[in-house]
């Protein structure tokens, strides 16, 4: 499968951004979907991540209650909704794909199959 991401952008602290992440190459719906990030100088790491009917998610905690994720499985896309902005989150955020089922799996980038090339997202202070 094929991964597209986008919808970065540069927003002031606050702000707001909404990415996608859009599948081709296989239905979306065999997946969990994750979303990871990395900022310059620092590792990358897990952010949120979704199951394939969309009824369970795990959010990394700085995240939880300012982002959300959704998936609609009829148009193979996944979204990323950030609010409340810090310059903390600036990084490129990459959506991946797995099939692995266990939740303890879904923060580990090792468990992913496949992933997008990134959209950066800038945070200003």
């Known amino acids: 499968v094929q991964l597209q991401a986008s919808g970065g952008g540069l927003v002031q602290a606050g702000g707001s951004l909404k990415l996608s992440c859009v599948a081709s190459?296989?239905?979306?719906?065999?997946?969990?979907m994750g979303w990871f990030r990395q900022a310059p100088g620092k590792e990358r790491e897990f952010v949120v991540a979704i199951s394939w009917s969309g009824d369970s998610t795990v959010y990394k905690d700085s995240v939880k209650g300012r982002f959300t994720i959704s998936r609609d499985n009829a148009k193979n896309t996944v979204y990323l909704q950030m609010n409340s902005l810090k310059p903390d989150d600036t990084a490129v955020y990459y959506c991946a794909a797995t099939t692995r089922s266990g939740r303890n799996y879904w923060p580990h980038e090792e468990e992913y199959d496949y992933w997008g090339q990134g959209t950066q997202v800038t945070v200003s202070s």
């Open positions: 190459g296989r239905t979306l719906s065999n997946y969990v």
